[in-house]
Nanobody, 127 residues
Framework: QVQLVESGGGLVQAGGSLRLSCAAS????????MGWFRQAPGKEREIVAA????????YYADSVKDRFTISRDNAKNTVYLQMNSLKPEDTAVYYC????????????????????WGQGTQVTVSS
């Protein structure tokens, strides 16, 4: 069993930056594919980014490419999401998720393939 706890959310002005962290306990994250998802009010949860076990492969939603960076530090059992050039439309609750399934560019965005989820952290971007 893996417990995931997100942190780093908050209120920021458009154009600003935030770094989200996802700390794991219970198991080492080194064997898990990790993803960041977000859910805005009235909308479905959607993929933001995902990173492979070794950190070599990274996947991004088109809406965040060139602005967000996902990374992982397996020694610290933590995954990060660096968010730059934030826009009001990035406002959402951000969740991290983990799975031991082997994902690829066609499947990393599928919520149902992730087995463990954090409780979420709120990100609000003001205009």
């Amino acid at each position: 069993q893996v417990q995931l706890v997100e942190s780093g959310g908050g209120l920021v002005q458009a154009g600003g930056s935030l770094r989200l962290s996802c700390a794991a306990s219970g198991r080492t994250l080194s064997s898990y594919v990790m993803g960041w998802f977000r859910q805005a009010p009235g909308k479905e949860r959607e993929i933001v980014a995902a990173i492979s076990v070794g950190g070599v492969r990274r996947y991004y939603a088109d809406s965040v490419k060139d602005r967000f960076t996902i990374s992982r530090d397996n020694a610290k059992n933590t995954v990060y999401l660096q968010m730059n050039s934030l826009k009001p439309e990035d406002t959402a609750v951000y969740y991290c998720a983990a799975t031991m399934k082997s994902l690829n560019s066609a499947t990393y965005s599928r919520l149902q393939l992730y087995d463990y989820w954090g409780q979420g952290t709120q990100v609000t971007v003001s205009s």
